[in-house]
């Protein structure tokens, strides 16, 4: 099992840049769910409904991550305790599991 994260706590410039890339990730889906908060309701705009639940999902996921690259276990999957692969954090920057650990899950 490699427990290794992807990014540690001390500061570096690695770091700095993906708390950035995050807090920018977080400030577009904040700006969204604004956006839509006067006409997101099921009733009112299903659409806007919708994607404003999952900007909220999503925003959650984001502040989760920035928690993680403050504990020091960002890059860990939450799950099993392997280290996320780059390629997935490069796709996702705030995947809080590991592939494995996603596909088990997307599953059930």
């Known amino acids: ?5 992807i990014a540690s706590v001390a500061p570096n410039t690695t770091n700095d840049a993906l708390r950035r890339t995050l807090l920018q990730e977080l400030a577009e889906r904040e700006t969204l769910i604004h956006e839509l908060a006067d006409r997101a309701a099921p009733h009112i705009d299903p659409v806007a409904w919708s994607t404003s639940a999952t900007a909220k999902a999503v925003a959650e996921q984001i502040q989760s991550a920035l928690r993680r690259l ?13 280290a996320i692969p780059a390629g997935r954090l490069d796709a ?9 650990c996603q596909d088990a899950a997307d599953r059930f």
Do not use: H, I, R, W
Not at 1 to 5: D, G, I, L, S
Not at 92 to 100: E, M
């Open 92 to 100: 996702v920057p705030f995947a809080a599991s590991c592939l494995g």
């Open 1 to 5: 099992m490699n427990t290794q994260p």
């Open 70 to 82: 403050d504990a020091g276990t960002y890059g860990l999957c939450g799950k099993c305790g392997n």
